[in-house]
């Protein structure tokens, strides 16, 4: 994961952040994060999050709403906050499915 932090406030709270953010099922892990300190007390998270291939486009925004509001209640110094989700293909895999590079709407 790469991670960035802009001061000693909003490292502290990066453990915390990772934490909510990957402890449910809507998300496997993160993959970017940005925290910054907006104002004393106030941080702006900013990440991207990887999603399993077979979601489907509208689950992924809904888990994206529940992801955002776990993160709020477990850090409530996040004032702000911007996540998108990457679907994730292992890299290693010899044929990757069609899913990894196309994403499925909910038609």
């Avoid at 000693?8 to 994060?33: C, D, F, N, T, W």
């Avoid at 940005?34 to 106030?42: C, E, L, M, Q, S």
């Avoid at 010899?94 to 909910?106: D, G, K, L, N």
Wanted: no cysteine; hydrophobic share 45%; glycine share 4%.
């Amino acid at each position: 994961m790469d991670a960035h932090v802009s001061d000693e406030a909003a490292r502290s709270e990066a453990p915390k952040v990772i934490a909510a953010i990957e402890q449910g099922p809507e998300v496997q892990k993160v993959l970017r994060l940005n925290i910054v300190t907006i104002a004393p007390g106030r941080l702006l998270v900013a990440g991207e999050v990887s999603v399993p291939l077979d979601k489907p486009l509208s689950s992924i925004a809904r888990d994206l709403d529940v992801v955002e509001g776990r993160l709020r209640h477990e850090v409530p110094a996040v004032q702000e906050m911007f996540l998108s989700a990457r679907v994730y293909s292992d890299p290693d895999q010899a044929e990757p499915p069609t899913e990894a590079f196309v994403v499925r709407s909910s038609d």
